[in-house]
């Protein structure tokens, strides 16, 4: 038997520590990118305020789902847990409601994610236009999305072919290249004066804001869109599976990669309205980093920007893949998908869901719109945030999970703070986002968000008549998910 790996059988190798998937994870703060300019269109600069409020959900949320991770260590992130916790005791038939649920979070959690593939590979073939003006005379911008998306999935699957271990290293790398300059385009601003406070204080909301039903209802389609972008970093708990130490690792990743994205998602929407003001940003919606570059740093200054940002997107296409192939890998471990798409290569990677994915994203790039997909995405984001949340709360409660040992535990009473974020999830964000899209988007995004997720139904049912042996007729919690018996402590 190989190391890390039992023979024969699809589990993920234990190969990276808590700063290797942090360094996947970094992605998450460039997820501010398709939405620095959707904010302020409904809230002008008081979208600063809703970016620092949505990180600081994500640590209320994520110290939930960082004790879930040390308490069901083999569990892939927030797709293991819902499953882990939702199915039934000693459930002898096929068709089990509560694995259908537990599955069904997971769903909602794949699609939050995948479509981040396609939304980046929109923009980069956008900004590849833009920096060569002689491109748009052959191809036009969603031919060009569609050779991004081609060329960037090949590049991602042949590097990750070869295990987690060698995605984080390109993650340093282009972290490197990506988040340094993104923060130091950041903080010049503040430090050349060009950031003027008056862009900020003078436009906080827009002159017809008011407190009535339909402002509320934007106010919350506004959160669900934030916290698609800045409660991302729970991402960093999808690889517990893959942690050397779970116990210490997935803790300590998730709250670095929460720190760095507090500074950066209120610094950059900061430094963004500080520098062109409300009305700029709004002239810019797309890609409003790129006149504050010509700004701070001149007409150079832009080209050097663009460069930068498409090392960026590569970056955050890399987190996402990474993270939508394991919620896929941990469905078919859990039987909640047809076996074959958990399958997984030698080197523990889950390559079968990895070519769905792509597909799937090109497709999904024929939309020609990353707001409209952002938009059915964050219909999936918020279902997978508040069902995982309830089952942090029945595992802290089912005298099955009770009693499972936590290396990490998130603070006393939690389990309160967990159902008020579940419920702001469910149905408040979920409510406010369909509003949102009614009135900016229209009808498509909220169709094509809840028809990919009924989809699943159909798809469970399936997996379901196929399987020989239910998974749920398991008992709640075998000893290989207690922590006793880890990967690593059997024998080669």
Not at 81 to 110: M, P, T
Not at 294 to 323: D, K, N, P, W
Request: aromatic letters at 12%; glycine letters at 8%; one cysteine or more.
């Amino acid at each position: 038997m190989s190391e890390n790996r039992l023979d024969g059988a699809d589990h993920l190798a234990r190969s990276i520590d808590w700063k290797q998937g942090l360094a996947i994870a970094l992605g998450v703060p460039l997820l501010i990118l398709p939405s620095l300019g959707y904010l302020p269109m409904y809230l002008s600069a008081a979208a600063i305020l809703i970016w620092g409020l949505s990180v600081i959900q994500g640590f209320f949320q994520n110290a939930a789902y960082a004790e879930m991770a040390t308490a069901f260590p083999k569990a892939s992130g927030l797709p293991g847990f819902a499953q882990h916790v939702f199915r039934s005791e000693n459930y002898r038939g096929k068709y089990d409601k509560s694995k259908l649920l537990g599955g069904f979070s997971a769903w909602s959690y794949w699609f939050a994610w995948t479509p981040v593939l396609a939304i980046f590979s929109i923009l980069v073939g956008s900004y590849l236009h833009g920096l060569f003006p002689a491109l748009g005379e052959l191809f036009t911008e969603n031919q060009l999305a569609l050779m991004t998306g081609l060329v960037v999935f090949t590049g991602l699957f042949t590097v990750n072919w070869f295990g987690l271990k060698d995605g984080a290293i390109l993650g340093y790398i282009l972290g490197a290249f990506s988040v340094i300059p993104l923060i130091v385009l950041t903080v010049a601003p503040f430090a050349t004066g060009h950031v003027d406070l008056v862009n900020i204080t003078g436009s906080w909301l827009p002159q017809d804001w008011a407190w009535d039903m339909h402002h509320i209802l934007i106010l919350l389609g506004i959160f669900a869109i934030a916290q698609w972008s800045a409660c991302a970093w729970e991402t960093a708990a999808i690889y517990g599976p893959e942690y050397k130490n779970p116990a210490k690792d997935v803790s300590r990743a998730l709250f670095a990669c929460g720190t760095i994205c507090f500074f950066s998602f209120v610094l950059v929407q900061a430094a963004v309205i500080g520098v062109l003001g409300v009305e700029g940003v709004l002239d810019q919606p797309v890609s409003p980093l790129i006149p504050v570059a010509q700004v701070v740093f001149g007409q150079a200054g832009s080209m050097v920007t663009i460069i930068m940002l498409i090392a960026a997107m590569v970056l955050i296409i890399q987190t996402a893949y990474l993270g939508s192939s394991r919620a896929m890998h941990s469905m078919a471990m859990e039987g909640n998908l047809p076996k074959s798409l958990g399958r997984t290569n030698r080197h523990g990677t889950p390559f079968v869901a990895m070519l769905i994915i792509a597909a799937f994203n090109l497709v999904l790039i024929l939309m020609g719109s990353p707001a409209a997909i952002v938009a059915a995405s964050a219909i999936g984001y918020t279902c997978a945030n508040g069902i995982s949340l309830f089952a942090y709360v029945r595992a802290k409660k089912h005298p099955a999970f009770a009693a499972l040992e936590r290396p990490f535990k998130a603070p006393r009473g939690w389990k309160n703070v967990a159902v008020l974020f579940g419920l702001f999830n469910l149905p408040l964000c979920l409510i406010g986002v369909v509003y949102l899209n009614s009135l900016e988007i229209g009808w498509t995004p909220t169709w094509v968000g809840f028809i990919v997720l009924a989809s699943y139904i159909p798809i469970w049912l399936y997996t379901q008549r196929r399987s020989k042996t239910p998974i749920s007729s398991l008992p709640y919690a075998p000893a290989s998910e207690r922590g006793a018996e880890d990967l690593d402590m059997l024998p080669s």
